[in-house]
């Protein structure tokens, strides 16, 4: 059955030399069924014309927003409400942080605020531009609205730098658009629907008076994104948050649970894991605390103090040993060996997926935004994650976790 027979798309085409694989993909969109309406971005002209497209697509091309042919329309107006389905590629970082901001000083930006269909953007830029902390929090604001990404490829980038920015095949966005018609994958936001998922996130405090505290230095941002991308997927969510840098996040459906210490940690997580579908432990929990706090601030009085630790409970261990139906995935930072501890720490503690980084690593350490990941269960590796954002990191462990709870491997 061919799913894009009679729908229409808009195609809009920015400017990077990506752009004459648009004309390849309005071609195949074409001969499939679809009827492709492009809106071209001026400095996409400097790479291509209009005319190829028309010629391809056997419809009128726009490009600029004043230049209405029909006095009975608005165009963009009506290019917007006629769409099933606007697609951006190639999306330059410029366009898409217009789409972030709101921002409509063109007849594509116009068209992309003024249409209520479904929105899937193709990136293609350099690497360290697709890498750079304002791209990735753009890309992240999309999302968040709903804005479905088509990931660049890696290789080798018109610039002459090897990495992730290049536009990903036409033929694989020509599957992906039809896999998106055809139903063939569920929809992002019920991927998780109907599932409990408790998420923990930040360090824990360990006391040892009233004004002085072992931790360490999570920040909290991997487990919030976790929290975030599970409520998108459908989730009904539970953070569980210790010491953080950054607030939690602000929604309504994600109940937030503030604690301090690794003991206070168990016995919230351990306490809502009996009902729970997941468990994921981004929390850098304390592995020892003080055997006694003093109650009132120690006072420096000699050279040397000696300050005796214990053991906290090893909450991934204990619940991992206990779990029934739950999911279980756990967190390892390292600082070498890293697929050797983390592979034991899978067995050892009965966990389902086991994410593991070398916080050594520029972009994968405590505090940033951006994380480099391996993903492992007990066959071995599931999949690489070279730098990418924490709510990329976040939805791809998710999207795994919720592909093996619906019987699916991946």
Known sequence: MNHLQGKTIILGVTGGIAAYKAAYLTSRLTQKGAVVHVIMTESAKQFITELTFQSLSKQRVYSDTFQERDPASISHIDLAGSADLV?????????????????????????????????????????HMYRHPAVVSNMNTLYDRGVQFIEPGDGL??????????????????????????????????????????????GTVERIDPVRYISNDSSGKMGFALARAARAMGADVTLIAARTDIAPPQDADIEVVRVESAQQMYEAVAGRFGSADVLVQAAAVADYRPKQAAEAKIK????????????????????????????????????????????????????????????TLAGAGFGTDTNIVSVYDVEGLVFDLPLASKDEVARKVLAVAAGRLNGVLQ
């Open 87 to 127: 697609l951006v590629a190639p999306a330059t970082a410029n366009m898409i942080a217009k789409m972030a901001h709101g921002i409509a000083d063109d007849m594509l930006s116009t068209t992309l605020l003024a249409t209520t269909a479904p929105v899937m953007v193709a990136p293609a830029m350099n690497v």
């Open 157 to 202: 980038l018109a610039c002459g730098y090897v990495g992730k920015g290049r536009l990903e095949e036409p033929d694989t966005i020509v599957s992906v658009v039809e896999a998106y018609f055809a139903g063939q994958a569920a929809p992002e936001s019920l991927l998780l629907a109907g599932k409990k998922v408790l998420v923990t996130a930040g």
């Open 300 to 359: 420096k009085s000699v050279d040397n103090m000696v300050l005796e630790l214990v053991k906290t409970t090893d909450i991934l261990e204990t619940l991992g040993k206990a779990k029934t139906k739950q999911f279980v995935i756990g967190f390892a930072a390292e600082t070498g060996n890293t697929e050797g501890y983390a592979r034991d720490k899978l067995v050892r503690k009965n966990l389902d997926l086991i994410v593991a980084n070398d916080v």
